[in-house]
């Protein structure tokens, strides 16, 4: 990539400033005419934004996926950044060249959520975009196909999906997800929920049925407690468990449990 055929601009992360190091990590990039120096009419396309272009530090590609592109308004796009650990690391991101307009590979192939070594961190990752089944997979390996459609809705980032808290769900099948994993999610409870609101789940109920269950709210209340339960068919465990309130509901909130 020769950067005197592009336009380009620098992208800093200076609201990051934890100790430690992140790794192969896929930042949110938010771009709009509200950025000084940018205009998608600067775009060889600017329709779907093809000729766009990520590079590190080094001047190295970076792997990318569009989840909105908005020429009218703020595109989001998930860049993955080989070392995130200061103030001062950056990406640059290039645009404008009418030779390299192709859509790269990138952009659908699931390169963003694997590691630079071609290791699957990332089992699942749903953003929600669409509006009915299939649900999209960013790491192509578990697409929901099944169970009762959400509505789509604005979401946290870009589009997103309303589940009515009894008989919506998504369902990806059997994902083996190991003895150590995360799970995380943008959620948003109405202050109408009562009962258990599940985020994530390989179980169907029962403290003690195998498996796992992530949701907010103990029973028939809505104490706005978070659960984390885990399981092996025999015995199980209901905690850790926050205390009362810990999210408050008709607000968004990151939820994330390890």
């Known amino acids: 990539l020769n950067p005197s055929n592009y336009n380009g601009m620098q992208i800093t992360f200076s609201g990051y400033t934890n100790a430690a190091a992140l790794l192969d990590f896929p930042v949110l990039v938010r771009l709009s005419t509200n950025i000084p120096g940018f205009s998608y009419a600067q775009f060889a396309s600017p329709g779907d934004g093809a000729d766009l272009r990520f590079t590190g530090t080094n001047g190295t590609e970076l792997p990318f996926q569009i989840e909105q592109w908005n020429p009218a308004g703020e595109s989001l796009i998930w860049v993955q950044v080989p070392s995130l650990a200061s103030t001062n690391d950056y990406i640059t991101a290039y645009w404008g060249n009418a030779a390299d307009s192709a859509m790269p590979p990138c952009n659908t192939n699931g390169a963003v ?68 994993f995360t799970l995380s999610a943008w ?42 339960d885990t399981a092996d068919g025999v015995g199980g465990s209901v905690s850790p468990r926050t205390a009362a309130h810990a999210v408050t509901f008709g607000q968004w909130h990151l939820l994330t449990g390890t």
């Open 187 to 228: 959620l948003n409870i109405t202050p109408a929920a009562m009962s258990e609101q599940t985020i994530w789940c390989n179980k169907q109920g029962g403290w003690n049925t195998a498996g796992f269950d992530f949701y907010v709210n103990s029973y028939q209340t809505n104490d706005g407690k978070v659960y984390f």
């Open 113 to 180: 959520w694997a590691t630079l070594s071609g290791s699957n961190d990332f089992l699942l990752v749903y953003h929600l975009s669409q509006s009915g089944f299939p649900f999209a997979d960013s790491t192509l390996q578990y697409p929901a196909n099944s169970g009762v459609a959400p509505v789509s809705t604005a979401g946290m980032i870009g589009r997103g999906c309303a589940f009515n808290g009894t008989s919506q769900f998504l369902n990806a099948g059997l994902v083996n997800i190991g003895k150590a």
